[in-house]
């Protein structure tokens, strides 16, 4: 027997309408490519939003037809974002800090008709333009008067290409499964892979994102997603937000740390949320200068593993409750979100730190288990390792085009409908998953894992240390052994000796890195994670002084 509620498809222009239906005055505030802080709400971006879906339909624009986008987070972003959503075409959203020729590789792989970029990344495209012929237009996210002189051809600014239609226009109406937006991964090997998410996983997604044991936020709030809508839907804040009716607040092209801190604290932003690098330079601006965030409450941080330090620098000394995430593009991205459990809140201080350390525990929508290199499920007990697996409306069945499916189809899930992380990683009893590498970086010592992000993770709280890295290096008698990597704070002066001491007792004794190495720079991917396979190039010929 079928149930008689009525068939209300989970598409994504229903939450643009809810938000402009009863939080129509509820402002989106942008710091502009062009400067200057401008502020809409979310009547008017709905608005504008019809109107590039009757601009995109005019140009000849249809269902499944995929636009590119290569912008940071600002209104006309998201204006975009729904217009193209709403007729049922596919956003694809490009990371620019890819290489060129991956930018190029994408933009082909995905056939993007149409582009709407900001004016940053105007000249990355006028160097790739002849490789990217399929794209008929380039719309520049700005006004006739800064539309810079380009070699681009078919270019239109996007204050002209709304400008020439009205709003009156219904969204197209489509099934909940149909495309809605398209995100390729940053590989660090092969070619980047697309994961194009439905209707139905973007609203099914944000309505988990915003339980309150996760981002929670209410209509009161005021939330600034610094990690870029390039990035798996700047963590589906784009929908959570209009969906509860939060003022938005979007960071444009200033990440670094006084910009940062000038919106949360001008905007009285109470949620944000960013990878930890972001959220480096925004305490080393407010320990330097004194500064205080009395209006937020509460920061999400992802990505990569957030140290232990950071944890701490943000709940006792500026009274900001941290929600440390794990997630991936296949996962929409949210997967799992490091709130307490009950019996959690009244722990002392210490043992708090250790669960907040973790990457948290599954949030609805996602079933977690470990397994071992055969498929065997592995128990649950905070200490075995394991390959980390994954299922649920929100986490990809295939790749775009069927790159990468497995057992002859596109499918790229096992027999029971599991998908592979790539991540290692240990699940205590109450369902706390631990990160404990990607399976690629895992440094295997006398047969036994040492945890690298375990190691990286406290050596960033020693004093003098801005950046940790650690990778596993040949060693004749234990098969790998770990050598720290380290960048110094400016003008910091921590020796090798320093930052041993530091760890000990700690890791356990035989974590212990056997050397540590001083470089400038580590090097980083297109989201901000540690290029391990670049500094493991870099660090090929070197020799560990016991070996
Ligand atoms: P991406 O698809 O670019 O978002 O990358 C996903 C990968 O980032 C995951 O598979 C993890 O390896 C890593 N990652 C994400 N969040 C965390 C976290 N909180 N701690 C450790 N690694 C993380």
């Not at 062009?34 to 008017?44: D, F, L, S």
């Not at 539309?147 to 078919?154: G, K, V």
């Not at 399976?439 to 003098?464: H, L, M, Q, R, T």
Request: hydrophobic letters at 40%; a negative charge.
């Amino acid at each position: 027997m079928l149930g008689s509620m009525q068939d209300w498809p989970l598409v994504v222009p229903s939450i643009l309408d809810h938000a402009a239906r009863f939080h129509g005055e509820r402002e989106m505030v942008t710091r502009s490519v062009e400067g200057p802080v401008v502020r809409t709400n979310y009547a008017q971006v709905h608005s504008r939003a019809r109107k590039v879906a009757k601009a995109l339909t005019r140009h000849g624009i249809k269902l499944g037809d995929r636009i590119g986008t290569l912008a940071w987070n600002t209104a006309r972003h998201m204006e975009a974002w729904y217009g193209i959503m709403g007729i049922g075409a596919v956003c694809h959203t490009i990371n620019p800090r890819l290489f060129p020729e991956q930018i190029v590789y994408i933009i082909n792989h995905a056939e993007d008709r149409m582009m709407f970029v900001d004016l940053t990344f105007v000249p990355i495209l006028e160097k790739i333009a002849k490789q990217i012929d399929v794209v008929e237009t380039f719309v520049v996210l700005t006004d006739k008067a800064h539309l810079p002189q380009t070699s681009l051809r078919n270019v239109v600014a996007f204050e002209d290409f709304v400008g020439d239609v009205d709003d009156d226009f219904k969204w197209v109406k489509f099934d909940e499964n149909t495309a809605a937006g398209l995100c390729y991964t940053s590989g660090t090997t092969g070619n980047p892979k697309g994961v194009l998410y439905s209707h139905r996983s973007n609203v099914l997604h944000a309505m988990a994102v915003n339980t309150s044991d996760c981002i929670g936020a209410r209509s009161v709030d005021t939330l600034m997603p610094v990690v870029p809508m390039f990035h798996a839907n700047a963590w589906a804040t784009t929908f959570a937000c209009p969906m509860t009716g939060s003022k938005m607040v979007m960071p444009g092209a200033k990440l670094d740390g006084p910009s940062v801190y000038e919106l949360l604290d001008t905007e009285k932003v109470t949620i944000t949320a960013a990878v930890p690098t972001v959220w480096q330079m925004l305490l080393s601006h407010m320990e330097a200068n004194d500064l205080k965030l009395p209006h937020l409450r509460k920061v999400m941080i992802g990505g990569s593993a957030c140290p232990p330090s950071m944890i701490e620098t943000f709940e006792k000394k500026y009274d900001v409750e941290v929600m440390h995430a794990w997630g991936m593009t296949e996962m929409s991205p949210v997967g799992t979100i490091g709130s307490y459990k009950a019996d959690m809140e009244n722990l002392p201080w210490p043992e708090q730190l250790k669960i907040k350390s973790k990457q948290g525990r599954a949030m609805f929508s996602v079933e977690m288990k470990i397994t071992d290199d055969d498929g065997k499920d592995l128990p649950h007990d905070g200490k075995i390792f394991g390959h980390l697996i994954v299922r649920g409306p929100g986490v990809a069945r295939a790749y775009f085009k069927g790159e990468g499916g497995r057992y002859g189809t596109d499918s790229i899930l096992d027999k029971d409908g599991w998908f592979d992380t790539g991540d290692i990683a240990t699940l205590d009893e109450l369902g706390f998953m631990q990160i404990t590498d990607r399976a690629k970086d895992v440094i295997k010592s006398g047969g036994e894992w040492i945890s690298s992000i375990d190691v990286e993770n406290i050596a960033v709280g020693c004093p003098g240390v801005a950046q940790a890295a650690v990778i596993g290096v040949a060693h004749p008698k234990w098969d790998e052994r770990p050598l720290l990597i380290i960048v110094r704070k400016p003008d910091a002066k921590v020796t090798k000796a320093d930052v041993l001491k530091y760890l000990e007792g700690k890791i356990a004794k035989w974590w212990m890195p056997d050397d540590v190495q001083f470089v400038n720079e580590i090097p980083l991917t297109a989201t901000g994670k540690i290029q391990k396979v670049a500094l493991r190039q870099q660090f090929k010929d070197y020799k560990l002084p016991a070996a």
